[in-house]
């Protein structure tokens, strides 16, 4: 079993940003990507980000390119998304994930943590 805890959500003003963090424990080695979905009220869990444990690949959502960050420290088993230039469009529950394989599919990833709320106000 792996066990995922994320922080750093909380609420924000359009144009600011926040950093989330996700803390792996438990058999860590069994996965190689981490990633990151959110969830808005009534809508689809979406994929946000995703990197692999064993490089510097990593893969983005079209609607967070360019303004969300996603990192690792495999020495304190955390990765880690920067969130900046938020949009009230980006409120959501943010979820960490973990998976064998980098994937955008929420099927792919077996292991979640229970979400950190971030909410963007105009």
């Known amino acids: 079993q792996v066990q995922l805890v994320e922080s750093g959500g909380g609420l924000v003003q359009a144009g600011g940003s926040l950093r989330l963090s996700c803390v792996a424990s438990?058999?860590?080695?069994?996965?190689?990507?981490m990633a990151w979905f959110r969830q808005a009220p009534g809508k689809e869990r979406e994929f946000v980000a995703a990197i692999m444990w064993s490089g510097s690949i990593t893969d983005y959502a079209d609607s967070v390119k360019g303004r969300f960050t996603i990192s690792r420290d495999n020495a304190k088993n955390t990765v880690y998304v920067q969130l900046n230039s938020l949009k009230p469009e980006d409120t959501a529950v943010y979820y960490c994930?973990?998976?064998?394989?980098?994937?955008?599919?929420?099927?792919?990833?077996?292991?979640w943590g229970q979400g950190t709320q971030v909410t963007v106000s105009s």
């Open positions: 994930a973990a998976a064998r394989f980098l994937s955008r599919d929420v099927v792919a990833y077996r292991y």
């Open positions: 438990g058999r860590t080695f069994s996965t190689n990507a």
